[in-house]
């Protein structure tokens, strides 16, 4: 017997009925609406003007043009919307009204002032707004459509991409599926066109990047060169989204900015369970949503997917120029944007990257090696992590380790954990030596004992790379701030020689995480240094105004 979908199980909480009194409390924040019968209230890909509390009639909301397939119904004293309505963004489903309504319609900047000013109230809205996405993300609904081979690396990449921001999507193979194939002869797809993305919008999109996809879907947008931030955070990771939450929720203005997506290095955790708070674990997406989710209700501004290129510092304020050509301004700059992941020492890896050798285990890559046999290089927490997820998925799990053992580089919960799987088999002082395919398809990987120097070859097609990153810090190289001869950027976390706490030796340009030189290498000790340098911003920033006022007074 299938589970229930949330949508079924949480219906209460997905769509909470509003008392009069509650309904009048929310009035003062929005501005009166009303629509006819059959009016077309929201339309998928487009943007809508925020979140609508309905006073009469009702709202019917459906997949993209999918009228006879209802999602949920609002009547009077519920509210229309989810997660896209707190920032901006698009609708992902339609919304047609099936009688007249009246109703009362709350824009973004409006409905964040609601969640402060309003916190029982706010509380209960922005859980029926993470629930109703999860509930999309649940069913694939909303979203675009990616027509592609599964095994694909472009299809993975969107894939990913779009799994990691919780953008739901489809994806459709066309040697399975018959709608797949109409799709490519109503549009005229060519095979080296694939994988092609149909948007809500109706925008056709062969292979684009994440950047492209992203515009497209409303998740992207341009910034304006004008505005002067008091803050702009480089990297979304568990640093970064410490500082955009506790930054904003003191009145800071903040911008995120990410190349990828949120969530970092530990957004690809299959499993997080010795973060404080979570005694039966959380997955790394789930976290980290939460994070992301929290600093938008505090008014912090994303940019994701957007590449920081450089960092030039001097005038009145700092400037970051983003690979597509826009520049963004600020008083102050943290430096968040954590690791880049290692690559292994083989001559063609490339050939496999993105389709066969991967660097994070979801469920996407999970779906592709089902049954199979999977190796794993990697003896950390996240290599644990992984190994425990596939375990549950793959036929068997070969765990390739230089080290001695585990013991030395992974906590004990994980090492206890891995030793009681009979699917994972731990291969010490081992590494691999060679990857053996054609046309880009991995057929087997062959691995190396160290010490015996005994070799091995399996028949596998999925190879996973947990081996440690490297700081991210090349968009620094001409900033003249110091790294050190390891690639981490040198702020200590204490005020020494007359710099701020994790202050660099450019004043106002400020590191934290992973990225930083010395930092613990876990989840909690970014967060906490994210939370710590938002009191060293208020003290620069103050600093700073002082001078300014002083210069002027004295002009």
Not at 429 to 452: F, M, P, S, Y
Request: charged share 25%; with cysteine.
């Amino acid at each position: 017997m299938s589970q229930p979908s949330i949508i079924e199980s949480r219906r209460d909480q997905i769509s909470p009925v509003l008392a009069p009194r509650e309904i009048e409390r929310l009035k003062r924040f929005g501005e009166p609406r009303s629509y006819r019968t059959g009016e077309r209230v929201v339309l998928a890909g487009k943007p809508t003007e925020g979140l609508m509390l309905i006073l009469s009639g009702h709202m019917c909301m459906t997949p993209h043009n999918a009228p006879d397939a209802p999602i949920v119904t609002h009547g009077p004293g519920e509210f229309q919307g989810e997660l896209a309505q707190l920032s901006g963004r698009p609708s992902l489903v339609d919304g047609t009204a099936e009688d007249d309504i009246e109703g009362i319609v709350i824009p973004p900047p409006r409905l964040r002032d609601l969640m402060i000013e309003e916190a029982e109230l706010g509380e209960r809205i922005m859980r029926a707004l993470i629930l109703r996405r999860i509930g999309l993300l649940e069913k694939n609904v909303g979203g675009p459509i990616i027509i592609g081979a599964a095994e694909d690396r472009d299809v993975l990449r969107l894939e990913n991409f779009l799994r990691r921001n919780g953008h739901p999507h489809k994806t459709l193979d066309p040697d399975a599926d018959s709608c797949a194939r109409t799709l490519i002869d109503r549009f005229h797809i060519e095979p080296g066109e694939l994988p092609t993305v149909l948007c809500p919008n109706g925008s056709l999109l062969r292979n684009p990047t994440e950047n492209q996809l992203a515009r497209c879907l409303g998740l992207a947008r341009t910034i304006d060169a004008e505005t002067i931030y008091d803050v702009v955070v480089v990297g979304a990771g568990p640093a970064g989204l410490a500082t955009a939450v506790y930054a904003t929720s003191e009145g800071l203005s903040v911008l995120v900015l990410d190349c990828r997506a949120f969530g970092g290095q530990a957004g690809a955790s299959a499993r997080i369970e010795n973060y404080l708070g979570f005694p039966t674990g959380i997955t790394g997406i789930a976290l980290m949503a939460r994070a992301y989710n929290q600093a938008q209700k505090f008014g912090a501004e994303m940019g994701i997917p957007e590449e920081v290129q450089n960092l030039a510092c001097g005038g009145d304020s700092f400037r970051l120029r983003l690979k597509g050509g826009d520049t963004v301004r600020s008083r102050a700059i943290v430096v968040a944007s954590g690791a880049e992941y290692r690559k292994l020492d083989v001559s063609n890896l490339a050939e496999y990257e993105g389709s066969h050798v991967h660097y994070w285990a979801s469920p996407i890559e999970a779906r592709l090696c089902g049954g199979e046999e999977v190796a794993l290089v990697g003896a950390g927490n996240s290599a644990g992590q992984a190994a425990v997820y596939l375990a549950s998925q793959a036929r068997k799990v070969w765990m390739i380790v230089r080290g001695k053992g585990l013991d030395a580089t992974m906590s004990r919960y994980l090492c206890d954990r891995i030793a009681a799987q009979p699917n994972i088999e731990v291969l010490t002082e081992t590494e691999v030596i060679a990857l053996d395919g054609a046309d880009g398809t991995l057929d087997a990987v062959r691995w190396k004992n160290r010490v015996t120097g005994e070799e091995m070859t399996r028949p596998i097609r999925h190879l996973f790379l947990f081996i440690g990153a490297a700081p991210n810090t090349r968009w620094l190289a001409e900033s003249g701030i110091h790294i050190d001869p390891k690639g981490f950027v040198c702020a200590e976390p204490f005020d020494g020689n007359g710099r701020l706490p994790f202050q660099t030796n450019r004043q106002g340009v400020f590191a934290v995480g992973d990225v930083r030189a010395g930092s613990i290498k876990r989840v909690a000790a970014a967060v906490g240094e994210g939370a710590q340098v938002v009191a060293t911003l208020h003290t620069f920033l103050a600093k700073r105004a002082a001078d300014v006022a002083t210069l002027m007074a004295a002009g």
